[in-house]
């Protein structure tokens, strides 16, 4: 008997397209690619009714949105602002209260959060809201599901090469992209071993050191943290001054 995996998204298309990859690519992993099927399912994070009162015995659940329209402030709607939040912040709560009373067993509960959760600038007004929204609902929750043998972390991680940040990049800002493309696009494979070898060491869990200074700026966990805090300050300060005269230098249309 191996492990039960289940995988789910925002497409269908995708959804296929990663069994189609499952049962043709070679794997280091033993995979019984004649079991891998796709179920047709659709829930609405704002109809409850969408929502199954099935049972189920999961040990890890990885909710891992990251839906971001990039515009500058003044271009956005009040429709744009409501569409991530929905995504980034409502679909994981969402998720994380239906298994809370639906899964019979403890598990672990993995939310995908952002660099900008912590560290934002021009381009992500509602993006990088919708996540430091998510930053502070985990510290506030954290403590009180580890009573119900729920443990909930954070992974956090920078830009990645996915077909989100192409498509966000369609209406992407100018100053945006360059001052994005100046720090490490991850690969996501990279990223995805990474965080399955090592999720389990730290509530919060970052990819890329710039990430990593991010996220001990105001959460430490281990002695190394607190030891690189006072580094962290200096890192960010110095990233923050540089967007400052970046941006003062950068056209607007």
């Known amino acids: 008997?191996?492990?039960?995996?289940?995988?789910?998204?925002?497409?269908?298309?995708?959804?296929?397209k990663t069994i189609e990859d499952i049962k043709s690519e070679p794997s280091d992993l033993n995979i019984d690619r004649s079991s891998c099927k796709k179920d047709g399912m659709v829930l609405d994070i704002d109809d409850q009714n969408s929502y199954s009162d099935e049972t189920t015995e999961f040990d890890v659940l990885f909710c891992l949105p990251g839906f971001c329209i990039a515009k500058y402030f003044k271009d956005l709607e009040i429709t744009e602002f409501q569409s991530q939040i929905n995504t980034n912040l409502l679909g994981v709560v969402r998720m994380l209260m239906y298994y809370r009373k639906n899964n019979t067993k403890p598990f672990t509960f993995v939310a995908a959060n952002s660099t900008t959760a912590g560290f934002s600038f021009p381009g992500y007004s509602?993006?990088?809201a919708?996540?430091?929204v998510l930053d502070s609902f985990h510290e506030s929750v954290h403590m009180q599901l580890s009573r119900e043998k729920i443990d909930f972390k954070l992974l956090n991680c920078g830009t990645m090469k996915t077909n989100g940040l192409r498509n966000e990049n369609k209406c992407k800002p100018r100053f945006t992209i360059d001052f994005e493309y100046n720090n490490t696009?991850?690969?996501t494979d990279e990223v995805a071993k990474y965080y399955i070898n090592l999720f389990r060491d730290r509530k919060r869990l970052s990819y890329d050191w710039f990430t990593y200074f991010v996220t001990i700026r105001s959460n430490c966990e281990k002695r190394i943290d607190y030891l690189l805090f006072p580094l962290s300050v200096f890192v960010l300060f110095t990233a923050k001054c540089l967007v400052e005269i970046k941006f003062r230098k950068a056209r607007i249309d």
């Open 130 to 132: 919708s996540k430091s």
């Open 126 to 128: 509602c993006y990088s």
């Open 185 to 187: 696009v991850s690969n």
């Open 1 to 16: 008997m191996g492990n039960h995996v289940v995988i789910t998204s925002r497409s269908q298309r995708s959804v296929q």
